[in-house]
């Protein structure tokens, strides 16, 4: 057990809550792409290609209208 000082309930921040959660990303501010490489032994990678999300700009939330 760690005696831990830091408030976790205290840390949001307030300004999300004007905010709406961005439809693209689910609020994570990331897209997720799945990518295939080959590489260079002829054999097919897959990947996961992580980008910040064009809609929110990577907050993960989008301006209530
Ligand atoms: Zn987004």
Known sequence: MSDSTEETTGAFDASALQ??????????????????????????????????CPRCGGTGYVKAS
Do not use: A
Not at 29 to 52: A, C, M, P, R, Y
């Open 19 to 52: 905010q709406n959660r961005c439809p693209d990303c689910g609020g994570s501010g990331q897209l997720h792409f799945d990518s295939e490489n080959i590489n260079e032994n002829f054999e097919v990678e897959k990947q996961t290609v992580i980008t910040e």
